[in-house]
């Protein structure tokens, strides 16, 4: 038996296509994903990228809000779209999720309250008010809350980082086996997003809970990533290790992506030079089409048009099994190599 406790296989999603009131146009918004969580140790996996990269379609596939177009979601050896009524409830409850904007998920008629009591309720995890209040008590206590302060209260009369926390407590009340974080950081001021991130790595480290933790901050990634995906127009540019993916960037796109982060140094010019975004988005129309950053590279070649790259190996001998890139310059039989 597997010992990947989610493992997705060659996950593609396209939108658009045929149809009464479609115009017979095409996004391939997510393609031939492939990624594979351990169940111990507990990590965090970063999918980072641009807006439009397809990261959120990505979460939205692993928490079932979407269906995949081809491929597949395994959860813990079983394809979730095969998944029964029983074994879909208990994958709802072992996978939860934290989205970017907390506010959304409050209906602001009730108090706050209302959101743990409908866990309570709906999965049945307490027999009576005495223990249910209980297990809110401590979901609140591991993310630095108390009931009393905040239960009675509505959403908008609580901070932005308050009610991110709070759906922190209610996704660990449900004792999950992973969390799928959809930039919980990125609404809140440094210091509560500095507080967010280190619950994260305590749930991780303590409570053996893993990560899908969705951003465009690689600082962030940088700070708590185990593992990171780059994507870029709906592929992966580059996959591994965090560390020395950032600090080490091989595919020409995040090379890109890193020179572009500005550094605290007013003589050093934001940017360099400047950069002209032409017109790519007709590389995700097809499935079966070329690399989508032919178009911005400078590396470019001929083959890069007729079919995408796939992952190579790169650095050095001991990186190998740990990051790679899809770009031809990596190709044993190229010997032109990026820097």
């Given at each position: 038996m597997s010992d990947a406790l989610l493992e997705?296989?060659?996950?593609?999603?396209?939108?658009?296509?045929?149809?009464?009131?479609?115009?017979?146009?095409?996004?391939?918004a997510l393609q031939d994903f492939n990624l594979n969580i351990q169940a111990k140790p507990a990590t965090?996996?970063?999918?980072?990228?641009?807006?439009?990269?397809?990261?959120?379609?990505?979460?939205?596939?692993?928490l079932g809000f979407i269906k995949i177009t081809s491929g597949q979601v395994i959860y813990k050896g079983v394809d979730v779209a095969t998944m029964d009524k029983r074994q879909l409830m208990e994958y709802r409850r072992e996978v939860q999720a934290v989205f970017q904007d907390p506010y959304?998920?409050?209906?602001?008629?009730?108090?706050?309250?209302?959101?743990?009591?409908?866990?309570l309720k709906n999965f049945k995890l307490a027999s009576s008010k005495e223990e249910g209040r209980a297990l809110i008590e401590d979901a609140l206590n591991v993310v630095g809350m108390r009931g009393e302060e905040v239960l009675e209260k509505y959403p908008h009369q609580l901070s932005g980082g308050q009610r991110q926390r709070m759906m922190?407590?209610?996704?660990?009340?449900?004792?999950?086996?992973l969390i799928v974080a959809d930039e919980p950081v990125s609404?809140?001021?440094?210091?509560?997003?500095?507080?967010?991130?280190?619950?994260?790595?305590?749930?991780?480290?303590?409570?053996?809970i893993s990560f899908l933790y969705i951003t465009h901050d690689l600082s962030t990634a940088y700070q708590i990533g185990d593992n990171i995906h780059l994507l870029y127009q709906g592929s992966v540019a580059e996959r591994g290790n965090t560390v020395?993916?950032?600090?080490?960037?091989?595919?020409?796109?995040?090379?890109?992506?890193?020179?572009?982060?500005?550094?605290?140094?007013?003589?050093?010019?934001?940017?360099?030079?400047e950069v002209t975004t032409l017109d790519d988005e007709q590389m995700r129309a097809m499935v079966e089409s070329g690399c989508r950053f032919y178009n911005r590279c400078a590396f470019h070649m001929e083959r890069c048009l007729t079919k995408a790259p796939?992952?190579?190996?790169?650095?050095?001998?001991?990186?190998?099994?740990?990051?790679?890139?899809?770009?031809?310059?990596?190709d044993p039989e190229v010997e032109k190599v990026a820097a």
């Open positions: 997705i296989k060659n996950a593609t999603k396209i939108y658009g296509g045929s149809g009464f009131m479609s115009k017979g146009n095409t996004t391939v965090i996996t970063t999918i980072a990228g641009e807006s439009g990269s397809g990261k959120t379609t990505l979460a939205n596939l692993v959304a998920v409050y209906n602001p008629f009730y108090r706050v309250k209302h959101i743990f009591d409908m866990v922190v407590a209610r996704a660990y009340m449900l004792k999950p086996r609404m809140v001021d440094a210091s509560l997003r500095a507080m967010i991130l280190d619950i994260m790595l305590r749930l991780r480290d303590e409570h053996n020395r993916v950032i600090e080490n960037p091989k595919h020409p796109y995040v090379q890109m992506l890193i020179d572009s982060i500005p550094v605290p140094d007013p003589s050093v010019r934001w940017g360099g030079e796939p992952m190579y190996a790169v650095g050095g001998e001991a990186e190998k099994l740990t990051h790679e890139a899809a770009c031809y310059l990596y």
